[in-house]
């Protein structure tokens, strides 16, 4: 069996999933299940992956603060 990724939009998503159902040839996974299935280091890096989306949307939303890039290099220059 092959496996593909499909991206789509928000709004035609439950339209999407009842028409994919509806084929007897299609298996679905559900993301609990594959989360389910990592092992600890994927867990924890697929967590931190999670943590960072999260805070690159709260940026982009202007809820989180930001820095200039100088403070950053300042910082790592000691």
């Not at 035609?12 to 280091?41: C, G, H, W």
Request: proline share 6%; charged share 25%.
């Amino acid at each position: 069996m092959k496996q593909i990724t499909i991206s789509v939009p928000d709004g035609q998503f439950a339209f999407f999933m009842q028409l994919v159902k509806a084929l007897n040839f299609v298996q679905i996974e559900d993301q609990e299940t594959l989360e389910n299935s990592l092992t600890p280091p994927q867990r924890e890096t697929w967590e931190n992956v999670k943590a960072g989306f999260e805070e690159y949307k709260l940026t982009e939303a202007g809820k989180r603060p930001t820095r200039p890039i100088e403070a950053l290099l300042d910082e790592l220059n000691g």
